[in-house]
């Protein structure tokens, strides 16, 4: 889940990077930017962590 919130995230950012380059029409300022790249790395983070536990979890058992 949080592995695809973070690609939806990364997308939207991407998409504005994109339309900010080729159309000269970007949807977010800079603030905006920073803040949505912030959010998909710490839905990744999160999503790398809890896979990660899970599997100490299935390694302990």
């Known amino acids: 889940m949080f592995l695809a ?3 939806i995230v990364f997308a939207i950012y991407f998409a504005n990077v ?16 920073m803040l949505v790249l912030f959010a998909a ?3 990744f ?3 790398i962590l809890k896979k990660e536990a899970d ?6 058992s």
């Open 5 to 7: 919130a973070s690609i």
């Open 18 to 33: 994109a339309m900010g380059a080729f159309a000269s029409s970007a949807f977010l300022g800079d603030v905006g930017e």
């Open 41 to 43: 790395s710490i839905l």
């Open 45 to 47: 983070v999160v999503a």
């Open 55 to 60: 599997r100490d979890a299935e390694s302990d």
